[in-house]
């Protein structure tokens, strides 16, 4: 591992040095030991003794705590500006827990003696300490998801047009009032006179020493975030030293240098491996790739990936704003936020979920995500394929609008419902708008909940055939036999989580806006109601009894299935049948009046995530 052995350097680029003086910085980098770890290594294993305070300046930590039988009870990473070992060291007896890097990385250690009377002699250096102690508890006890921005973020082209994506991005953080610097390999850059500038080359044509490219990182590091912009030729020792000094990678990719890229990438993993988690790819599409390719292999070399056009999109098609908000969306990654979408099953009443996403896109919330159950599931991964929703609306509309048999047979929605699943109609009607793409072809994230009765458990789908995920989900008991696949069988997910804004936390979501539309339960049940004498009541067919029972079943779920979420959007469509499509329109007007009534919530609440990003109204 070749970093800088400048510990002053080093203890700069860590938050505990704000506000200290030139004075203190010295004696306290005087007084650390420059500590350096290979991936694998320990820093500290459980059940020692720990006697000194380390503070993270380099790579990434996984810090796991263990009981007595050596299971993981709780885990997080370390990384650059964090602490370990301000509250273990105070102990008197051994702790358990395992420190281990996960990619080369490097520590300043400083005994906790020494450490206690530096924070003693300097207030500022005691309040940093205790402000990282505080934020390590709210996030590993409290689940505290305050975002953690990325401060120096290494930018990969590999076909030189995406240079554009770096100016923007550029552009962008400006208008957030940050201060970044840049250094790029690009001839002749000129970047705007508030933003500090590097050259990778240097005027006689030859690339900066290492030993300049690590000092002018030091240097920077307390003035704002570093971007570091360069073509994708560079060798791969050149890359795997930006991959380690980076919090963020961004990898550019276009749909025509595929292959390419996979080999660069697979390079640079065999030279260095572990950094997965930091490498995110982005493709730059255009109006005539508009979705991106199905490329297995970069499922084990980046961690995600965006889909970013500057193309203005054809509204003639259908085509919403995902791929142009597919730049904030990477804004928002860089800023540490993940807004996640919980949409919840309901049959026909899911409709409305199409209106509460037109009523977020109309009024500026980007969605980095989104997690469906049923008809959250396919109103989701519709949307999330690109189509607007005000079209989408349309499409289910009339693809979902019953034929004139069954208009003029008494409950015929509910025999509609019946003739689209033993017919097997819901794929060719799914595949007329989403082809063969899969999941993670699509401009936005999503996944689908369904349930395995061989193994009881839920089961999230994250990649796959999305026709195929959505036909899972939707798949209602009795209207349709369980989908057998690969040791499976699938049915609808809305028995055990009909609202899943667990799993966009567990995916990395900060705030997550839920929609329910089935909090409100009408009280009749075929033509029953609570004043309908004994004699006079009727049970209900098959189908009404079914239908039922899934209603009552969700609404009960839903107070579970809710809990972490940080808004919920509740539309009133108790008056709609769950077997009612013919109604679509109406079920998405009343989505998007719900929506429209909690935007300024939203927006209040995501001003507390990130002010700056999300400015008062």
Request: proline content about 5%.
């Amino acid at each position: 591992m070749a970093i800088t052995t400048d510990k002053l350097l080093l203890f700069k680029s860590h938050e505990c040095s704000n506000g200290l003086s030139d004075e203190a910085l010295q004696e306290i980098a005087d007084t650390a030991e420059l500590v350096q770890v290979n991936t694998g290594d320990y820093l500290h294993r459980a059940n020692q003794k720990l006697n000194s305070v380390y503070f993270v300046v380099h790579g990434r930590l996984k810090q796991s705590i263990v009981d007595m039988h050596g299971n993981v009870l709780l885990q997080h990473f370390l990384t650059r500006g964090t602490q370990f070992g301000a509250l273990g060291a105070a102990q008197a007896d051994p702790i358990p827990v395992d420190v281990v890097a996960v990619e080369p990385s490097a520590a300043l250690r400083i005994d906790f003696d020494t450490t206690r009377k530096l924070s003693f002699k300097y207030d500022e250096f005691g309040a940093n300490i205790t402000k990282l102690i505080g934020s390590m508890v709210r996030r590993a006890l409290l689940a505290d998801r305050k975002p953690r921005k990325s401060s120096i973020v290494a930018i990969i082209h590999e076909p030189n047009t995406s240079r554009e994506l770096t100016q923007r991005l550029l552009n962008r953080l400006l208008e957030l009032e940050e201060t970044p610097c840049l250094m790029s390999d690009q001839a002749g850059r000129k970047p705007s006179e508030k933003i500090a500038y590097r050259p990778l080359i240097e005027e006689d044509g030859q690339q900066i020493s290492r030993e300049d490219f690590r000092r002018q990182i030091g240097l920077w590091s307390n003035v704002g975030r570093i971007i570091i912009d360069v073509d994708s030729s560079i060798s791969s020792e050149n890359a795997a030293l930006l991959f380690e000094f980076s919090d963020q990678i961004i990898w550019c990719c276009s749909y025509e240098q595929t292959e390419l890229s996979i080999q660069k990438l697979k390079a640079i993993e065999e030279q260095a491996p572990g950094w997965k988690e930091k490498i995110n790819l982005v493709w730059t599409l255009n109006k005539n790739h508009w979705v991106a390719p199905q490329v297995e292999e970069f499922r084990e070399l980046v961690a995600r990936d965006f889909k970013i056009s500057f193309d203005e999109p054809e509204i003639e098609a259908g085509q919403g704003q995902l791929l142009i908000d597919g730049f904030e969306r990477l804004v928002h990654h860089l800023r540490g936020v993940r807004i996640g979408l919980a949409l919840g099953g309901g049959g026909a009443r899911g409709m409305a979920h199409l209106g509460v996403l037109k009523a977020l896109a109309d009024h500026g919330i980007v969605i980095d995500a989104i997690a469906g159950t049923s008809a959250g599931a396919m109103a989701g991964i519709i949307c999330a394929s690109g189509y607007a929703p005000g079209y989408a609306t349309e499409l289910f509309a009339n693809d979902l609008k019953p034929g004139w048999p069954f208009t003029w047979m008494p409950r015929g929605g509910h025999w509609y419902l019946l003739h689209k699943y033993r017919r097997g109609l819901f794929d060719p009607m799914l595949r007329k708008y989403l082809t063969n793409y899969t999941l993670e072809q699509l401009p936005l994230p999503v996944q689908s909940v369904t349930v395995d009765l061989v193994s009881g458990k839920p089961v999230v789908r994250t990649y796959g055939d999305a026709v195929r995920s959505i036909l899972e989900s939707i798949n209602l008991p009795v209207f349709s036999s369980p989908l057998c696949h690969e040791g499976q069988a699938l049915i609808d997910g809305g028995l055990v989580n009909n609202i899943p804004a667990d799993v966009l936390i567990n995916g990395g979501c900060n705030f997550v806006i839920a929609v329910s539309v089935t909090s409100r339960l009408k009280a009749e049940f075929a033509n029953n109601h609570p004043q309908t004498p004994t004699q006079e009541m009727k049970s209900g067919t098959i189908f009404q009894t079914l239908l039922r029972s899934y209603l009552v079943q969700s609404v009960n779920m839903n107070s579970h299935g809710v809990q972490p979420a940080d808004i919920v959007i509740e539309p009133d469509v108790s008056k709609y049948d769950l077997s009612e499509f013919s109604s679509t329109r109406e079920l998405a007007a009343l989505g998007e009046e719900a929506a429209v009534q909690s935007i300024p919530e939203i927006k209040a609440l995501l001003h507390h995530v990130d002010s700056k990003l999300f400015p008062k109204l």
